[in-house]
C-alpha cells in the first residue's frame, strides 16, 4: 500500500517534529497507565470493601416518633407515653420468618434470647448493684430483668456480630468448638461469670425457667467483653458477664417447650441492593409489623471506610481528565502546524490524483504509527512505576484491610491471626464447614493489566483522533490549485 | 487576425511538415458565432475534450466578477494546442478546469464523451491526463525516479520495477539515467520540467496539459521541450494543451485559441 510507504518517507523526514510528537505522548502514556492503575486499584479496593459488608437491614424502634406525639414535660403525658410504649406489639420468630420471606432478602440472620435462672452456677453480681442485664429488643426488659442469666442463641456465624466488630473477643475455646457450637447445648461464657463460678472449659452448667425445667449446656468457650466505656460504671462487672452465648436452635428448643417463656428475637437481614429498603419496609408493615418499628441499614459503615480509596480515584480521574486536555491541546496545535507547512505536499499529492480520503489516511497513518510506538513505550515506562507509584499511594488502605481480617479472625478465638480463621476465600463453602468467615480486602496490588492497557490504547488512539480532526477537515477544504499558485 | 484561416481547420495534412503555417487561430467569443460549422466538423474529428460555454468565478469574487465567460474550445488527439492570452485573461484558470481541479460555475467540459461532473475527478487527474506546471510541482524532498513512482502509485500501475520505467520516461524526455537518484532541487529548472514532464508520462494519459511549460526556461531549453510535445501529439497520438506566453510555443503549435479579457 502506498499510502503507508510515504507516510513511512514523512515519518523519516520529519524526523525532528515526530520525535516531539512521540516524546508528548510518551508522556502523556506514562502518566495515563500510572492513573489507570491506580484508578483500577482503588476500584478493586472498593469493591473489595463493599462486599466485605453484607447490605445489612436491622429492625429498631423508632424512638423520635414516639416521643413527638406526647410532651415528656407533663406528667400525663409520660403516664400516656408508657402506656402506649408497652402496648407496642413486638415481633416473635414466626414474624421474622415470615418477614424474611421477601424477594428483596437474600439471607437472613438473628439472634433469640430468653431470660433463665441458674441452677448449678449463680448470676455474677454485687448485692447491692441492681443493674439489668444487658437488654434486648425493645420493650421486654422487665420480663428478662427478673431472671439471673440471658441466653442469646445466635443462628449463624453471621449472627455473632459482638465477635466480628470485637465487642466480645474470644479468651479460651476448645478444638472443636466451631464444629459443634450451631448444633446442640453448648454455650461460650464470659470470663467473669466463669471466675465467680470457677467455670472451665467442658463444664456443664444447668438453667432453669420459672417452672422449674432445666436445660444442660457445655462451655466450649470462654469470652471476654472489651470494656470501651459502654459498661455501667458502678458495675465490676461487664454487661455481658451473665450473658451465655448458644446457637439460635438450643434457644428454639427451650421455647417450644415452655411457651410461656418470653423470647426476644433479633433479625439482620441481607438485602440484593439499599435502594429496595423503603419497599422492604412497606411490605413488614403489611407482614403485621408494627408502625413504630423502621428499617435501619449499615449502609453507612459499609461506606465510611472508602471515602480516602474514593477521595484519591477521584483525584486520579481529575489527573488523568488534565493530562489528557493538555496532551490534546499540545498535539492538535502541532498537527495544525504540520498540516500548514505541508500544505505544498497536499497541493501537489491532490493535482497528481491522490484523492482526499488517501491523503487523510497517508496523515492519519503517520500519526498512528508514531503514536502507537510511543504508546508502547509509555505504557511499558508507566507499567514498570505503576506499581510502585499507587501501591504507596493505597499502602495503607491494603494493609488496614489485613489488618481487619487478622483481628476478626483473633476476635473468634485464632491463636495467631488467620490460624483460627481459614483462608479468606469462598466465602459460602466456609460458612457451609460452619467456619467463622468475615471477607475483608483481597491482598491487591496495583497492577497494569490487559484492561488497564487497552483503555491505554482506547485513550490514546482517540487522543491522536480527536486531535487531529482539525487538520483532516482542512486537508478536505484544501483547493489544490490555490496553494501551489501560493507556491509561485 | 490577419492570418486566421478557417478553411484550414479541417485540414487533415497533421503529419506534414507544413502544418505550423496552416495554423488554425480561434478567439473564444467567435468560435460561438460558427457553432453550426463548428458542430458539423466535430463530428468527423477525434474530439476528446471539449469545453462547452464554460464560465468560472472564484468563491470568493463578487456576484459578477467571472474569471472566465462562456468559453467553448475543443481538442482533438494527436494535435498540439497552445491557449494564449494577456495576463490575467484567465488561462490558468481555465487550465485547473480542464485538469478537474475546478469545476465550471456554468457550461461543462466532456473528456471522451463523458462529462467532467460525472467523473471521479481524482482518477481522472491520475489516470486520464497529465499535469505540467511552469513550477514543476515536484517534491522537493524526494528523488527524481521517487516522484515519478508517486505518480505511478497514485494511478495503481501493477508493475513489477517501477524504478526501471521511471528511468526509462526520463531517458525519453533527455534526462540521463544518473539523474533518477537525484533529489530534485539538486536538478535545474529545465531538469526539473522534464521529470514533470515524465512524471506525467508515467501512466500513459491521453491528453497532456500544461502550463506555461517553458516560462523558466531558456530558448534553446524551451525548443527542445517543445519538441518532446510534439512527438507526444503527433507519434503517440495524444492531445497537448499548452497555455503560453511564448511566440516560440505559438509557432510549433497546431491550433491557437485566444483568450480574451472577460468584460467587466
Ligand atoms: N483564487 C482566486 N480568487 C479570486 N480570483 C482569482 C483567483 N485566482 C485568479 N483570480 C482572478 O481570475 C482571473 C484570471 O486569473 P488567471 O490566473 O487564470 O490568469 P492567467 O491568464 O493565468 O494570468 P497569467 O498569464 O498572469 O498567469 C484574474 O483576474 C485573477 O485576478
Ligand atoms: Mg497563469
Known sequence: MFILKNAWISIKRNKGRNILIGIIILIIACACTITLAIKNTAVDLIDSYKNAYDKEVTISFDRSNMMKDFDPSQSEGRENAREKFDNIASYTISDVLSFADSEYIESYYYTYGVGLNGNNIEKAEIESNNNMPNGFGHGKENNISSTDFTLTGYSSLDA????????????????????????????????????????????????????????????IGIF??????????????????????????????????????????????IIDSYDNVEKLQDEFYEKGLDENFVLQTNEEIALSGVSSIENINSFATTFLVITLIIGGIVLFVINMINIRERKYEIGVLRTIGISKVKLTMQ?????????VVALVLGAGIGAVSSKGVSNSLLESEINSSNERTEEIGKNFGGPNGNEGMPDRGNRDEMRGKGMPVVQAYDSIDAV???????????????????????????????SPLTILKERS | MADKEKNNYVSKDKL??????????????????????????????????????????????????????????????????????????????????????????????????????????DKYRNSDIGIVFQSYNLLPFMTASENIILSMDANGLKLKNKKEKAIELMEKVGLKETYADRKVLRLSGGEQQRVAIARSLSYNPKMIIADEPTGNLDKQTETEILEIFEKLAHEEKKCVII??????????????????????
Open chain 1, 160 to 219: 455473632m456480630s459482638e465477635f466480628i466488630n470485637g465487642t466480645y473477643t474470644m479468651n479460651e475455646i476448645t478444638e472443636n468448638a466451631w464444629d459443634i457450637a450451631f448444633d446442640g447445648n453448648y454455650v461460650f461464657i464470659n470470663q467473669e461469670l466463669a471466675d465467680y463460678n470457677n467455670l472451665n472449659l467442658n463444664d456443664k452448667i444447668v438453667l432453669e425457667d420459672e417452672e422449674g425445667n432445666t436445660y444442660e449446656f457445655e462451655i
Open chain 1, 224 to 269: 471476654k467483653e472489651n470494656e470501651e466505656g459502654n459498661g455501667e460504671p458502678m458495675s465490676m462487672f461487664s454487661n455481658s458477664a451473665n450473658t451465655l452465648v448458644t446457637n439460635a436452635s438450643a434457644v428454639t428448643s427451650i421455647t417450644t417447650s415452655n411457651e410461656d417463656l418470653q423470647a426476644t428475637i433479633n433479625p439482620t437481614f
Open chain 1, 363 to 371: 496523515f492519519v497513518s503517520e500519526l498512528v504509527i508514531v503514536s
Open chain 1, 448 to 478: 497494569v493489566d490487559m484492561k488497564v492497557l487497552l483503555e491505554l490504547l482506547g485513550i490514546g488512539l482517540s487522543l491522536v483522533l480527536v486531535s487531529s480532526i482539525a487538520s483532516m477537515v482542512s486537508i478536505q477544504r484544501f
Open chain 2, 16 to 121: 506534414g511538415k507544413n502544418f505550423t503555417h496552416k495554423k488554425q487561430i480561434v478567439k473564444n467569443n467567435e468560435v460561438k458565432d460558427n457553432k453550426e460549422m463548428k458542430e458539423k466538423n466535430t463530428s468527423s474529428k477525434d474530439i476528446i475534450l471539449s469545453i462547452k460555454n464554460a464560465s468560472y468565478r472564484y468563491s470568493d469574487a463578487e456576484e459578477n466578477d467571472y474569471a472566465l465567460r462562456n468559453v467553448s474550445f475543443d481538442f482533438e488527439s494527436g494535435k498540439i494546442y497552445a491557449i494564449r492570452g494577456r495576463s490575467g485573461t484567465g488561462k490558468t484558470t481555465l487550465l485547473s478546469l480542464i485538469s478537474g481541479l475546478e469545476r465550471c460555475t456554468e457550461g461543462e467540459i466532456i473528456f471522451d464523451g463523458k462529462s467532467l461532473k460525472d467523473r471521479n475527478l
Open chain 2, 243 to 264: 497555455v503560453t506566453h511564448s511566440q516560440n510555443v505559438c509557432d510549433a503549435v497546431d491550433v491557437i485559441y485566444d483568450l480574451k479579457k472577460v468584460a467587466k
